[in-house]
């Protein structure tokens, strides 16, 4: 069932495409000079050839759009959302004035950065920065400003310049508000908490008198946390526009093969079927009949004799969900060897002179909750890097991604600066986590079920409440719920706040207001505690398996990091405020609880069901199983995908599929022969059979629409990889295969 937002835009969808105008005439555009690229040296293969040089370009150096135009999304809609979707944009304007954060949450994940780091990057002096620079502040009101920054509750109102002067000015003369300069600011909005609605926008001009270190721990906080961040442009993050590219939280890179121009065919051409150009939606083989000026390339064996289509002559099929409708669906064909930042688009190709230009095409995208998805690559062209006959060109992997072979699940890159920054992984927009809930073994071996009575039996239950305390950074809270988590910490903010209500729920909180049981599981239900417990649990597992801990040790000094954080002192003596157990203590009382649990029955909850869906059978089974090792399959586990699925189908219950269960091209004969029903990657759910496109490999769905698959790991013997949907293309290019079990 729709959800009244969606509903709402929905019915605008017909007029928002109606309303769409973009002033771009290809045949009328072309890039005919150089705009200087930096660009770095390679040799390949004993070929020569240049690639961009990412650590010198900025979304402010990349060369101005040569076309105008604009988006424009009806204003019911607009205020619907909360959110302007509409766009306009000028030829000479570069890429950080028309596009916005919100554009790139799923590609650079630029909400991962805080001021403080862009300042670092950028050599900016933020006390020299004025607070108006920063565009989403105008539109955060007291609420979310307490919400996004933990302890500025706890700040006394004279403090903090901006929110003092936003109070005096608009609110003098209101009968029995009269706010002292040492009063907090939870202390007031829980006196007064229509005073949440408060905008900083309020203050107009004013907001340039103050400067970005006049809202304490404002610089140090994820973008992601400050409402509506997505709306602002990248101009309006100071510093951001001179951010390399090669510093982003999920830099961009330049990986995958080079082919040389081997000949440039003019818009003549006709009837091209051995292409690598196209889009996510159509595949990246997509033929072309008339106008067919393209770049036939060499070198690699792969690459030779492939035809790269100009896009500016041939459109594709682009876009996803409601935003996928605008401009007709369609982008230029292209192939996207950086990701999904920007097309890149072969544009002009001179067959008389053997040249050849290229162009990026940007998108826009609508995130969360309602998630719109993003258009097609329609923005453009901005011009890019140009080659001549016999010149290599970066075409990127033969992957069935344009050439990127970037994971469904987030990155391992930008986990690490996920870290670098201070970022719970839990709280990454877009973050897919097992989904199995507390089912199932984590790394070690360590039953997560187990360790969560145990923990529960020395912390307390889903609804406890822990004393109001503050830790030696001036952080202050309650522990909260079942693990006691502390209430400072962005993830347990980040869950809250979602709820309705939340943000201020957390300004009582933080004002150490008494908090009841029944506002815990409003606010911080049970399911919310488990996903942020088995991530948590996840990381401190990894830290004592590097610190060399095993077995009940192994718990013992989970314990301790639990308690006491990352910088534990191994068997320490410290305690907490309550005295009541140190690091040591608290490890051993830990080990012995778990191991009452086990003994107990420990994961009993996640018994395999006896009946009904397979697929939630199957998922459950991968659960229950973790990421087992496959060394006793064949080969020591280096050929032992087919049986590694099949091991997960026999924990289900369910018997194995194919004549030799341990050879993909038979699984799959006898999935076509009754056993299952091949079905589109649209109609994909956790629990389905995914084979390569060569038969070479099989995995199983992790998620709706089949974006993340996990398989066995030939190098690891582990059922431990989690790819796209294609294997990141090392089993060839082609589209896999999606099977649903029957019986």
Known sequence: MLTPILRTVRNFLIILVVSLAVWLLPGAISIAQDYGIPTVGVTWENQYGQIPDWSQLTFRTLPPILSDGVFEAPSEMNDVLNYDLSRVWQAGQTADTYLKLGDFQTSLYLQLFNL???????????????????????????????????????????????????????????????????????????????????????????????????????????????????????????????????????????????????????????????????????????????????????????????????????????????????????EPTGRHPFGKVAKVVVWDVDESTGTVSTALFFRICKRGIPDLGCTPYFIGPVPFLSYSETTMMLVGLLDGQGGSSSSASLPTEVLDQARQLGIPTEALPGFISDGFDLCGDGPGGVDYSALAAAFSSIEGHYDSVGAYVCDGDGNCGRGLGRYQYMSYRSDVRSTIRQQSGGAAFLAKVDSGSAISNAEIDRFFPSTSQDGIFKQDQNRNIAQAQQEGFSGGRLIERVGQIHFGGPGAKIDGGSSDVHGRLTLKSYGEKLLQSYETALASGGGKHCAKQTGGDLNQRIFQSMGEMGRFDSSSGPDGGNLACAWAVNRVLANAGIQPVGANTNYVPSVEADLQAGRGTQISQSQAAPGDIVIASTAGHIGICMNQGCTQVRSNSSSRARFTWDSDINFAGVYGAGQSRIYRLKN
């Open 116 to 330: 403080y780091s862009v300042a670092q990057l950028t050599q900016l002096d933020l006390e020299q920065v004025a607070l108006g620079a920063l565009e989403m502040v105008a539109w955060q009101s007291l609420d979310d400003l307490v919400t996004a920054i933990p302890g500025l509750g706890n700040f006394e109102i004279g403090a903090v310049p901006p929110i003092q002067e936003l109070l005096s000015s608009r609110w003098t003369g209101t009968p029995g508000f009269n706010p002292q300069a040492n009063d907090t600011i939870a202390e007031l909005l829980g006196e007064y908490p229509e005073l949440g609605q408060l905008n900083l926008g309020d203050l107009g001009d004013q907001l340039n008198s103050f400067a970005i270190t006049d809202i304490p721990g404002l610089d140090t906080v994820p973008l992601q946390n400050f409402a509506d961040w997505g709306n602002s442009t990248l101009g309006g993050v100071p510093g951001l526009a001179d951010v390399p590219f090669d510093q982003m939280p999920n830099p961009i890179g330049s990986v995958g093969l080079l082919g040389q121009v081997d000949v440039a065919y003019g818009p003549a051409e006709q009837s091209r079927q051995n292409t690598i150009s196209g889009s996510y939606q159509a595949g990246f083989n997509v033929a072309c009949e008339t106008d067919c000026a393209h770049v036939e390339l060499t070198a690699s064996p792969a690459l030779h004799g492939k035809q790269w289509i100009s896009g500016k002559y041939q459109e594709v099929r682009g876009g996803e969900g409601i935003l996928g409708q605008v401009n007709g669906g369609k």
